[in-house]
């Protein structure tokens, strides 16, 4: 049985306006696969461009995942770099109370020192004062002069240990300008000297001539670090502990300086004492002391026996005769009251004083008598002046003292 063949598809092509219209003839199988084939290959095309599409979605999913992740860190970085200038201006408030404890702690070690230099000046002045009243009095005790000469030299060495360098330097000094960076200063040993004050109490000096520029042009070098490239937490810990250091010195110093403060009032409370002691037993002893009771010191008859210049025979002198001229004055050898002041018989114009000390003087031959009886004298005052009243031979003062009723040698309570 034969095969019928499929009759042949015509297809008409119609061009354009004025073109012919052409007629193609396919077979078919051929007509029925052309459908096929096209709808195949749009079917691989989708397929291609969804496997595409899906491809390119994932890349961008982990594209945009990976963005996000650098998201998170950046926001981390950021957190944390706040964090970090949080901890950072605490710090450095931490740092800037930490600078006015040390202003604060400045001013008063200006305050001892300035107390320091007054005590001083007190010394130096004592010093010039006790050498002129030595010079003038001629006469101290040797436990007094030892006393003096101590207190001196201690007050030497303390003017000594203010002005001059310490026995040692402190080599570190922070110094924050520019940013807490540390200098490292170089250090001297300097000769020993006799000072009593610690090394500390210079450090104020150190640290402002470290912070003093220096004179001509100054001869550093060094490489260029960026102040950001260095950690900031470990200048921040550097600092704190340059300003730690700092309080340690400074503490030891006003220590040091109030020990010395301490040490030298008590040194000038002991040379007040002992110039107020001396005083007063200066003036005790001036107190006690009997006053040449005129102005010449020429003794013309003893006391005790003696050839009586009237009747040249052996009589008892119960006094000292002075030499002097007429109108001469005489004065008190000790303050007290006047218990006579009158003319006698062979005494001739005389006055007794009354001492507190149970003594009595007298005072003969008296020209003149400036006193009278009930009165109070002081030692020194001019009671008289010199005269020939009386059982007397020529110008001079008859000077007595009596004591317990009884005269005695006047030349035991006073010197010509």
Do not use: C
């Not at 061009?15 to 193609?24: I, M």
């Not at 107020?276 to 006690?288: I, P, S, T, V, Y």
């Not at 001492?355 to 031959?365: A, F, I, Q």
């Amino acid at each position: 049985m034969k095969r019928q063949r499929g009759k042949p598809i015509k297809l008409l092509v119609i061009r354009e306006a004025g073109q012919p219209v052409k007629q193609l003839q396919i077979s078919k199988p051929l007509a029925l696969a052309l459908p096929a084939a096209a709808a195949l290959s749009l079917s691989s095309l989708v397929t291609s461009m969804h496997i595409h599409a899906s491809r390119s979605i994932a890349e961008l999913e982990a594209e945009a995942a990976q963005l996000s992740l650098t998201n998170i860190r950046m926001e981390m970085k950021v957190a944390d770099k706040e964090e970090a200038l949080q901890q950072l201006r605490g710090q450095v408030s931490e740092l800037s109370e930490e600078a006015e404890n040390i202003k604060d702690k400045l001013k008063s070690v200006t305050e001892l020192e300035q107390q320091l230099q007054s005590l001083i000046g007190q010394e130096e002045k004592a010093a010039s004062t006790g050498s002129g009243s030595g010079k003038e009095s001629g006469k101290t005790s040797s436990e007094a002069t030892s006393a003096t000469a101590e207190e001196t030299a201690s007050a030497a060495s303390i003017a000594e240990a203010t002005r001059t360098e310490p026995a040692g330097t402190y080599g570190k000094v922070s110094r924050l300008s520019a940013g807490p960076f540390i200098q490292e200063q170089p250090t001297t040993r300097l000769a020993a000297r006799p000072a009593a004050v610690s090394p500390a109490a210079q450090f104020r000096v150190k640290l402002a001539a470290a912070l003093l520029p220096a004179a001509g042009q100054p001869q550093v070098g060094g490489e260029y670090i960026a102040v950001y490239e260095n950690d900031p937490q470990g200048l921040i810990q550097e600092t704190r502990d340059d300003f730690q250091e700092i309080h340690s010195i400074m503490d030891e110093m006003i220590d040091s300086i109030s020990s010395t403060i301490t040490e030298a009032r008590k040194v000038n409370t002991r040379r007040a004492n002992l110039q107020a002691q001396q005083a007063q037993e200066a003036k005790a002893r001036l107190a006690r002391t009997v006053m040449w009771p005129t102005g010449s010191k020429v003794i013309t008859s003893s006391f005790g026996y003696r050839t009586d210049p009237f009747k040249g025979v052996s009589a008892y002198h119960s006094g000292i005769d002075i030499a002097g001229s007429i109108g001469d004055p005489v004065y008190a050898a000790l303050g007290g009251e006047v218990i006579a002041a009158e003319r006698l018989g062979a005494r001739g114009k005389y006055i007794a004083v009354r001492h507190d000390n149970g003594l009595e003087t007298l005072y003969m031959h008296l020209d003149q008598m400036l006193v009278s009886p009930g009165d109070q004298i002081v030692k020194g005052q001019q009671i008289g002046k010199l005269g020939n009243t009386g059982r007397s031979t020529g110008p001079h003062l008859h000077f007595q003292v009596v004591k317990q009723n009884q005269p005695v040698n006047p030349l035991n309570y006073v010197k010509p």
